[in-house]
């Protein structure tokens, strides 16, 4: 999916299971889910 180094400097958290997280996105098994 979106893997993008931009999307890892999105997330303030910078856990390598939470690298491919956005903003406001959710977590799911690394993929960027939005509502």
Not at 1 to 8: A, R, T, V
Not at 20 to 29: F, Y
Request: a positive charge; aromatic letters at 6%; charged letters at 25%.
């Amino acid at each position: 999916m979106e893997s993008s180094p931009q999307f890892c400097k999105v997330n303030r958290r910078r856990d390598p299971q939470r690298n491919h997280i956005g903003g406001e996105t959710q977590h799911l098994n690394g993929f960027i889910v939005k509502p």
